[in-house]
């Protein structure tokens, strides 16, 4: 007969010590850093980059905002270049627009 007070780690029900079928190179549990990773990649495209970034950026900061909460799901790595990505491709993005803006509006 076991015992009901034991440990999950010593009783029948005890998880396997090799991890995840990824290797923990894949934050599958922290899913709003795994879009912000692949949001910041796909913002360097052009047109639709500047609301991928814009987006990017904040599902980054949930990434984190979630790691820090629960350590266990990773990710850090995935949000802080979905940041780092939308942020630089924002900006650039964002500056083309203006500038298109600024040409369109001086040439009447």
């Known amino acids: 007969?076991?015992?009901?007070?034991?440990?999950?780690?010593h009783?029948?029900?005890r998880q396997?010590?090799?991890g995840d079928a990824t290797g923990g190179l894949?934050?599958?549990?922290n899913m709003p850093a795994l879009l912000a990773y692949y949001l910041g990649?796909?913002?360097?495209?052009?047109?639709i980059g500047l609301p991928l970034g814009m987006v990017a950026v904040v599902?980054?900061?949930?990434?984190?905002?979630?790691k820090s909460k629960m350590p266990q799901v990773r990710g850090t790595a995935h949000a802080l270049i979905g940041i780092i990505l939308g942020s630089v491709t924002t900006l650039?993005?964002?500056?083309c627009v203006l500038l298109m803006v600024i040409g369109a509006l001086s040439n009447p």
């Open 41 to 47: 990649i796909f913002s360097l495209l052009p047109v």
């Open 16 to 18: 396997p010590a090799t």
């Open 59 to 66: 599902l980054g900061i949930m990434g984190l905002i979630k």
């Open 92 to 95: 650039v993005w964002g500056g």
């Open 1 to 9: 007969m076991s015992n009901p007070y034991q440990s999950p780690e």
């Open 11 to 13: 009783g029948p029900y």
């Open 26 to 29: 894949i934050p599958y549990k």
